[in-house]
Nanobody, 124 residues
Framework: QVQLVESGGGLVQAGGSLRLSCAAS????????MGWFRQAPGKEREFVAAITWNGGTTYYADSVKGRFAISRDNAKNTGNLQMNSLKPEDTAVYYC?????????????????WGQGTQVTVSS
């Protein structure tokens, strides 16, 4: 069993930055692909970014490409999402997730474990 805890959310003005962290319990963190998803009020949970187990490949939603950067530190069982040039439309609850599947990283069904989420609010 793996437990995930996100942190780093908050309120920021448009154009600002936030760094989200995801801390994982368990010794198998390094075997999982990690993803970040977000869910705005009244909308479905959507893919933001993902990174392979060794950090060798990253994936981004078009809406965040060039502004967000995903990373991980397997030695510390942590992952991060650096968010720059934030926009009001980035406002959502952000979730980290881990999955063993080799399916599409954008598909939330490929992830086995989810955190409780952290709120990000971007004011205009």
């Amino acid at each position: 069993q793996v437990q995930l805890v996100e942190s780093g959310g908050g309120l920021v003005q448009a154009g600002g930055s936030l760094r989200l962290s995801c801390a994982a319990s368990g010794r198998t963190f390094s075997t999982y692909r990690m993803g970040w998803f977000r869910q705005a009020p009244g909308k479905e949970r959507e893919f933001v970014a993902a990174i392979t187990w060794n950090g060798g490949t990253t994936y981004y939603a078009d809406s965040v490409k060039g502004r967000f950067a995903i990373s991980r530190d397997n030695a510390k069982n942590t992952g991060n999402l650096q968010m720059n040039s934030l926009k009001p439309e980035d406002t959502a609850v952000y979730y980290c997730a881990l999955g063993l599947s080799l399916g599409l990283p954008r598909d939330r069904r490929q992830y086995n474990y989810w955190g409780q989420g952290t709120q990000v609010t971007v004011s205009s």
